[in-house]
């Protein structure tokens, strides 16, 4: 039964916003760079100056949980009242494993506290030289750290999280082709997306019987700027290549439609098959 009844005479009734890839725990403000842009400076000098992403992450370091937790319930308040019901949200101003968990903490707090519906996500990384040397373990490491932990700890807040809300839900991994099929001068790149792909169908046996689904996407390369960032070295691959957008259309129709493994799209070279259920 309806508690209340609201008269929308003159108004237009709309879905929510949802915003997506907001980087939302954060502390502090970098305000006083905007009279610096205006002056002339760029990015670097304002970096060489303190500033950038640098101070950000200076000032979200330091913080305690609890001023994280205020400061971003604020941002949250003003996206409600504009509109925003759904918003993605990600870490990544802490840029070390303490502070990356700091902030995963406190989205779980307000993921309990707002009616916000916030949802985690992490993106992975790659380097742009051979990531398979044992001559630089730093290499390595930072792609596995950002490519395994940073799912392994998304998806564990995520997962126990809808496990304890009751209300099911789909957990979407976006691998890509090169956890199926390894790539020259790209090992620890495969093997953070092998143990992607494992990972996920180790989830999915987990949650089976919950009402939350595990969904593994595996896109091929994607046509973006990235092949060309200058500075890069020379792409061994030469194409073809997927349109972003018909990757991203892929993926939606991954999520409504019944099955583990995706290939996108189903047809690309070097799939295994459209559809592959547990």
């Not at 789909?170 to 790539?183: D, K, Q, T, W, Y």
């Not at 143990?195 to 169908?201: Q, V």
Request: proline letters at 5%.
């Amino acid at each position: 039964q309806p508690t209340a009844t609201l008269n929308a005479g003159g108004c237009a009734v709309i879905p929510g916003f949802v915003d997506p890839h907001t980087h939302l725990p954060w502390v502090g403000h970098r305000a006083a760079e905007f009279e610096m842009r205006i002056g002339g400076a760029t990015y670097m000098q304002i970096m060489a100056a303190g500033g950038g992403i640098a101070r950000t992450v200076a000032d979200t370091r330091a913080a305690s949980l609890a001023t994280l937790v205020v400061e971003t319930r604020g941002r949250l308040d003003r996206m409600l009242a504009h509109g925003t019901t759904t918003a993605e949200a990600k870490t990544g101003y802490g840029l070390n494993l303490s502070d990356e968990l700091k902030q995963l903490d406190a989205i779980a707090e307000l993921r309990r506290a707002h009616p916000v519906d916030l949802v985690l996500a992490n993106a992975g990384v790659s380097i742009d030289k051979d990531n398979s040397s044992l001559h630089d373990f730093s290499i390595i490491r930072k792609t596995l750290d950002v490519n395994i932990n940073g799912v392994f700890l998304v998806t564990k807040y995520g997962g126990r999280f809808m496990r304890d809300c009751g209300n099911g839900g789909a957990i979407v991994m976006i691998a890509s082709l090169a956890g199926r099929v390894g790539l020259q001068d790209y090992g620890a790149y495969c093997a953070s997306k092998f143990a992607m792909a494992g990972w996920a169908e180790s989830m999915a046996i987990d949650l089976h019987g919950t009402g939350i689904e595990v969904k593994l996407t595996l896109p091929g390369p994607i046509e973006t700027e990235i092949w060309d960032q200058p500075g890069n070295d020379p792409a061994a691959y030469a194409g073809p290549f997927i349109p972003a957008v018909e990757c991203a259309e892929s993926i939606i129709d991954a999520m409504t439609t019944d099955g583990f493994e995706f290939f996108v799209p189903p047809f690309f070279p070097g799939g295994l098959g459209q559809v592959r259920d547990l």
